[in-house]
């Protein structure tokens, strides 16, 4: 049976439920679209910082947040267009803004469809009319996020890049396992670059890993003091997996990018829609208790 509430909180906030395997999302429209909450057998998946949460002055710092039309950050802030110069802040605006509620539906799973347009603000940091279309998906132990992009222009490209920023929760970062598709990362920190153990080194300040030349479409975690397996599935246009942690903090971040930072300048790996055209992508989470 699958069920879906509304609750108001701080925040307007929609819950997405399958009563049979005890799992649940939390959704907050107005504060980026974001998923809040993701539990499995009642158990919570997610790290969310409430305060900050809580704090519209200040980005998230949990759930999972959107991130469009930038991952990552540019040099200074800034990109070029035409010739002209546009200011964008890291991982872009999605995650700032508020989405719209278009349709929801408990048929065959809990599922809720959101979307982002085009406004006032949004151009004079990105000069282009888009869509952004996201259903999420709730069965079982599985999450779907379901996404459409769509250029509204007739006459011109728009690029851009895309992903999400996962906030997993892991009291015991010591314990976790990372099977990674890559051969190798970027230590974003220093420049250099370092063969994949598959571990993550929970005494360092900040481990922000890049991995790129992706030999597989699923990146799978083992957090042993779970008993947890969390795998990350997604569709080829995601060529990017970062690695995101802090110090002292219960959460790390498996983030799936469609392309590296400044790919709005280098174009590398930049997505260029048509004008009038969409594509579509996927990402799957499935959490195990094993």
Sequence with gaps: MFAIALQQKKYKTYTLSDLAFN???NVVPERGGIITSWCVKNQELLFLDAKRFENP???VRGGIPILFPICGNLPNNKYKYNGNNYFLKQHGFARDLPWEVIGNSNKDRASITLVLTTNRL???FYPFDFKLTFTYQLKGNSLEIFQTYTNLSNTQRMPFSTGLHPYFLAPNKHQL??????????DRNTGTLHDNDCKLDPKLDEVDAIFEKLTGLATTVYDRSRGLKITLSYTSAYSTIVLWTVKNQDFYCLEPWTAPCNSLNTGYRIVDLEPGSSCEMLIRLTATFV
């Design 57 to 59: 002055e200040l980005t």
């Design 23 to 25: 799992s649940s999302i």
């Design 122 to 124: 949004t151009r004079t």
């Design 177 to 186: 396992h990372f099977n990674i598709p890559s051969m190798q990362y970027v």
